[in-house]
Nanobody, 119 residues
């Protein structure tokens, strides 16, 4: 059973930085894509960033390009999201997710971690 556990959320002032981590367990993730999503109150969940576990492809939402960086530590089975130049509109619950590379839908989700950016 895949388990994804996020950590690192919190409160930060606008312009500040915050790092999120996702500890993945339950299987070998070499055939998976890992992603970060977020959901603000009253809004739909949206894609933030994704990375192919085996390496190569990285994607970002236009709203976070140049400010957020996704990375992985294969030795620790961990995916990170470094968020810089945070804005109030980045406030949301952030979720880690995983899917097999040949699927279009993310099947496995973490419980989420709150990120609040004060303006």
């Amino acid at each position: 059973q895949v388990q994804l556990v996020e950590s690192g959320g919190g409160l930060v002032q606008a312009g500040g930085s915050l790092g999120l981590s996702c500890a993945a367990s339950g299987r070998t993730f070499s055939g998976y894509d890992m992603g970060w999503f977020r959901q603000a109150p009253g809004q739909e969940r949206e894609f933030v960033a994704g990375i192919k576990w085996s390496g190569g492809r990285i994607d970002y939402a236009d709203s976070v390009k140049g400010r957020f960086t996704i990375s992985k530590d294969s030795a620790k089975n961990t995916v990170h999201l470094q968020m810089n130049s945070l804005k109030a509109e980045d406030t949301a619950v952030y979720y880690c997710a995983a899917k097999l590379v040949y699927l279009n839908r993310y099947d496995f989700w973490g419980q989420g971690t709150q990120v609040t950016v004060s303006s």
